[in-house]
C-alpha cells in the first residue's frame, strides 16, 4: 500500500503519515468493544475465517480499481482502515485459540516457532512483492496479497481443537469496556511492559511513515531492490526468532525482552544517516543493516512478550486484556504516524527520522526498576 501511494498516486509526506494512521486507527476504535465482545463469541474460529474472507475482498478491490482507472488515494485511506477493522478482530480472536493449543509451560517455544515461520513468510514476501513491483505494477503485485488472506482461511479450517469457554458475566458494558485497561494500570508487570513497547512504537510509527518515502524518493532505491532491503528485514526476523527463545532461557525472559526493545529501537538510526546523493551501495547497505538488525531485536521483544502476556493474563478476562493492551499499544501507532507525517512535512523527513530514532529509546526508562527485569520464567497468571 505505502509504495502504491508513493510511486502511483504521488502522495506527500502527510498522505503518507494518514495512510500509516488510516490502517492503525481500528485498534484505537475498536479495540476495547471487540476485546468485550471475543470473550462472549463461542465460535471464534469461524470468525477468524470470515474475517480473511473479508479482508481478501477489500484488499482485492485496490487492483480493480486500478485496471478500470478509478484508483485515488481516499479508497486506499478508506481500504486500509476496513483490512485494519477486520485485522483487529482477528488478532483478538487468534489470542484465545492460542492458550487453547498451546499449552502454558511451551508459550515461549510455540511463541518462537509462530513468530519463526512467520519471519520465513516474510523474508520471501518483500522479495516477490519488489519483483512483482518492478515487473508489473504495484496495483496487481496486491492481489497476491489478497489471495493470501484466502490461503489463511483455508489452514484455520483446518483446526479441530474446541474452543474456550465462555464464561458469563453480569457486569456493566462501562465495567466491561474498562476492565482490561484497569487490569493492565494495576498489574506490575504488564504495566510498564506495555508503556515501554507504547513508547516506542509511538515513535517506530512516527519512522516508518516516512520510510518508503525516503528510500524511495530521497535516497533513489527502486522497487527491486527496496524488496531485497525488506527482506533483510526478514531475514533477521528469522535469526532472532531461531535465537530468542535460547536468549530468554540463558539470561531470563525479561531481560531479553528489554534486549529487544533496545536493539530494535537503536538499529533505526542508521536509515536517516545515509543522505540523499550518496552512493547507491553506501545507503543500500545503511538501509539494509538497519533493517537486518532491527529485525533480530523485534523478535527478541515479540517473543519473549508473547510468552509473558498471556501467561500473566487470567482467561476470564483475557480478550477485553488483550484488546485494553491494543488500544494502547496498537492505538498509539496511528498518532505516531500522523505526527511523523506533519512533522516530516513542517520539519523534513530525515530530520523526523532522527528525532524518532532517538526517541524509541525513551521506551528503556518504564523499565527501570520494573519486576520485568527481574523476570526469569513465564510470570504466574495475575489475579483479577
Known sequence: MPIIAVLTLGATPEQMGLLTAAGLLPHLLFSLPAGVWMDRVRERRRLMIFFDLGRALVVGSIAVAFVVGVLTLPQLFVTTFIAGTLGVAFDLAWSTQFVTVVEREEYLTATSLFNGSRSMAQVAGPLIGGALIQFFKAPFAVLIDAVSYLFSAFFLSRIQMPEPPIEPSTESLRSQLSIGLSF??????????????????????AFSALFILYVTTFLGLDPALLGVVLGAAAVGAVIGALVASRVGHAIGIGPSYAVGLFVFSASWILVPLAMPGWPLPVVSALVFASEFIGGIGVMILDINAGAIIPARTPHAIRSRVTGGWRFINMGIRPIGAVVGGLAGGAFGVRETMFVASLGALFGMLFLVRSPVLAL????????I
Open 184 to 205: 493492565i494500570a494495576r498489574d506490575r508487570v504488564m504495566r510498564p511492559a506495555l508503556m515501554s513497547v507504547a513508547t516506542v512504537n509511538f515513535f517506530s510509527y
Open 376 to 383: 526469569h520464567e513465564v510470570p504466574e497468571t495475575a489475579e
